[in-house]
């Protein structure tokens, strides 16, 4: 059953014909494990559409190390020359 239902696992939910929803929904209830999976890969492509809204912040704070600890730092460094 599952050999030839691939297709179905691959395919976007939203997008399956209503033929299919059937189907889909009897392999999935058949075989618990691979119902886990598919509800895993969902989720996972929920994250990743998440993630790729702050893929250039998360690229920015790991190119440009500096933090708070840094930046208060060397403004202690500035207000200490400045009061000199």
Do not use: D
Request: hydrophobic letters at 45%; aromatic letters at 8%; a positive charge.
């Amino acid at each position: 059953m599952i050999k030839r239902s691939r297709w179905l696992l691959l395919h976007i939910p939203e997008n399956l014909p209503e033929r299919y929803e059937v189907r889909l929904s009897e392999l999935l209830e058949a075989n618990q494990p691979l119902n886990t999976v598919y509800v895993m890969k969902t989720a996972l492509k929920q994250f990743a559409e998440k993630v790729r809204e702050y893929v250039s912040r998360i690229i920015a704070s790991a190119r440009n190390w500096l933090n708070t600890s840094i930046l208060e730092g060397m403004n202690n460094k500035i207000i200490k020359i400045q009061f000199r």
